[in-house]
């Protein structure tokens, strides 16, 4: 045994040394020709970076599909810009700075560039490289799809050189401050998604520069990095053409209220205790302009039973109307609708009785205004969907359009394309459009295109008030800071600043 054990000792040791005489590359291996944009722009750390072979781990081009543009006048003179995903599938581009020759290329174009002599350094912000001829480019197609990267200002803002040189769209955008008539496009202006704000450049001899800036739009175009001192860089977002720009809306459309919050399960039993939170974005006489809010509760047990073929009309224990008809909410302040009981989280809690209650109803004892069937709890406490719109009148029908709407997960059966679409009408809001922001498709239901978004449910019996905190410009009728969900658990001896507090929407 010992002589055995020996022998393939023996033999372990003379594999080892005849693997030590070799080279260290993998037998057969050979170095790709191509590195990634990703692994190129690793390489700057501040200084300039000659590029070859030795710094390049052996490679000496790059590949990507263009996206600059210069046909509309408004890129960086001479920059030809080009992305990839070569490295982990993650996006980023590059600018290469080889002077009148960059306008013979145009976007979908597929390119190898011999990057081998060139220098990788940042001029004016912009991290590009130089000293790469025309020579050194070859179109290998063109006409190639580039994927939408829909991307927010608040993701640009937190890692700008992750998107500089790439193409992105800012959906929903819009300028602040708001046009007027008589503004053009030309110069810097800053650009709201309702998640931050950028800056956008256009050059005065952009062929688009004078063109009246849109109200709501997409905004494509590529990311530079401009210098702003010697130490700082911005991220400033340049559109190519006028096709860059796709106008959603051309006028401005302020919600006379939103949707702040509500508590859907109380400490202890729910009925006559449930209620929901709004701000007036105006001064509201109730009794002149009346208004309803009606509830949705998609709990299995809830009837009818089925796709809501009347939507937010449909009643029995699937919907629940109570109007508003009497009373006034000032700009900028809270009010309430709700049941009678008027406490902050249930029976025995505090009396919150002195807030701006417009609307107190026992729906425990009472059917609701027009449809509902009375009802031990408006909301679902079993995962399923729920939620409510707010609408101006009180006529509410399938057709209604809410002033906003909210909704709590996504259980249940709430919408159906076929044999006809049936489900419950959405607004313009942070969280939903009525027509897809990118394809343009209309989707005028929740879950039906991109309305997905959903409050997430929380542990029911707890006493949670769900705060929809954000930040709404009457000025400019739009989100500037899009709602998030905010999990208050109250106690009995909570008080009104616990849910009207700093996480709280504020109006500008």
């Given at each position: 045994?010992?002589?055995?054990?020996?022998?393939?000792?023996?033999?372990?040791?003379?594999?080892?040394?005849?693997?030590?005489?070799?080279?260290?590359?993998?037998?057969?291996?050979?170095?790709?020709?191509?590195?990634?944009?990703?692994?190129?722009?690793?390489?700057?750390?501040?200084?300039?970076?000659?590029?070859?072979?030795?710094?390049?781990?052996?490679?000496?081009?790059?590949?990507?599909?263009?996206?600059?543009?210069?046909?509309?006048?408004?890129?960086?003179?001479?920059?030809?810009?080009?992305?990839?995903?070569?490295?982990?599938?993650?996006?980023?581009?590059?600018?290469?700075?080889?002077?009148?020759?960059?306008?013979n290329y145009l976007p979908g174009d597929s390119l190898i560039v011999n990057v081998d002599g060139g220098t990788l350094k940042r001029l004016d912000g912009i991290l590009q490289i130089t000293g790469v001829k025309a020579a050194a480019i070859t179109k290998v197609s063109a006409g190639n799809a580039i994927p939408v990267n829909r991307v927010t200002t608040s993701a640009i803002a937190?890692?700008?050189?992750?998107?500089?040189?790439?193409?992105?769209?800012?959906?929903?955008?819009?300028?602040?401050?708001?046009?007027?008539?008589?503004?053009?496009?030309?110069?810097?202006?800053?650009?709201?998604?309702?998640?931050?704000?950028?800056?956008?450049?256009?050059?005065?001899?952009?062929?688009?520069?004078?063109?009246?800036?849109?109200?709501?739009?997409?905004?494509?175009?590529?990311?530079?990095?401009?210098?702003?001192?010697?130490?700082?860089?911005?991220?400033?977002?340049?559109?190519?053409?006028?096709?860059?720009?796709?106008?959603?809306?051309?006028?401005?459309?302020?919600?006379?209220?939103?949707?702040?919050?509500?508590?859907?399960?109380?400490?202890?039993?729910?009925?006559?205790?449930?209620?929901?939170?709004?701000?007036?974005?105006k001064d509201i006489d109730f009794a002149a302009t009346p208004f309803s809010v009606v509830v949705t509760n998609n709990a299995n047990a809830s009837t009818p039973t089925g796709f809501p073929a009347n939507g937010w009309a449909t009643g029995g224990m699937r919907t629940y109307k109570m109007n508003i008809t009497s009373g006034t909410a000032k700009k900028g302040t809270f009010f309430y609708v709700g049941g009678t009981g008027k406490t902050i989280n249930g029976s025995g809690s505090t009396d919150i009785s002195a807030a701006n209650w417009v609307k107190a109803y026992n729906y425990t004892t009472s059917n609701g205004d027009g449809f509902g069937t009375k009802t031990s709890g408006l909301f679902a406490n079993s995962g399923n969907a729920s939620g409510f719109a707010l609408f101006e009148g009180t006529n509410v029908t399938e057709a209604s359009i809410p002033v906003d709407v909210i909704f709590v997960a996504t259980g249940g059966s709430l919408y159906t394309n076929t044999p006809s679409p049936m489900g419950y009408r959405i607004t313009n809001t942070d969280w939903y459009?009525?027509?897809?922001?990118?394809?343009?498709?209309?989707?005028?239901?929740?879950?039906?295109?991109?309305?997905?978004?959903?409050?997430?449910?929380?542990?029911?019996?707890?006493?949670?008030?769900?705060?929809?905190?954000?930040?709404?410009?009457?000025?400019?009728?739009?989100?500037?800071?899009?709602?998030?969900?905010t999990n208050v658990q109250l106690s009995k001896t909570s008080t009104l600043a616990e849910i009207e507090g700093e996480t709280a929407t504020k109006l500008k």
């Open positions: 045994m010992k002589q055995l054990i020996h022998i393939l000792t023996a033999a372990l040791l003379a594999v080892s040394i005849v693997g030590c005489e070799k080279d260290g590359n993998y037998p057969g291996g050979k170095i790709s020709p191509y590195i990634a944009i990703f692994d190129v722009k690793d390489l700057y750390k501040g200084t300039d970076v000659p590029l070859n072979s030795n710094t390049l781990y052996g490679s000496t081009s790059i590949t990507g599909v263009v996206v600059s543009n210069h046909s509309g006048g408004n890129m960086p003179q001479g920059l030809l810009v080009l992305q990839d995903k070569r490295r982990l599938n993650e996006l980023r581009g590059i600018a290469i700075n080889i002077g009148n020759d960059a306008a937190a890692n700008p050189q992750k998107y500089e040189s790439t193409l992105v769209v800012l959906v929903k955008a819009g300028f602040n401050p708001a046009p007027v008539t008589g503004d053009v496009l030309a110069g810097r202006k800053l650009v709201n998604d309702g998640f931050g704000e950028m800056s956008m450049f256009t050059a005065s001899t952009a062929s688009f520069a004078n063109d009246a800036p849109p109200f709501l739009a997409n905004f494509y175009g590529v990311v530079f990095l401009t210098a702003i001192n010697e130490k700082e860089l911005q991220p400033q977002l340049h559109l190519r053409t006028k096709e860059d720009i796709v106008t959603l809306s051309s006028t401005i459309s302020v919600a006379p209220a939103v949707i702040t919050g509500f508590i859907s399960d109380v400490a202890g039993g729910d009925g006559n205790y449930e209620y929901m939170q709004f701000m007036a974005t459009d009525t027509r897809n922001p990118v394809t343009l498709v209309d989707q005028p239901f929740y879950r039906s295109g991109s309305n997905t978004l959903n409050m997430v449910y929380t542990t029911a019996d707890r006493g949670f008030f769900y705060v929809l905190g954000g930040e709404y410009n009457v000025a400019l009728g739009r989100w500037m800071k899009a709602r998030s969900q």
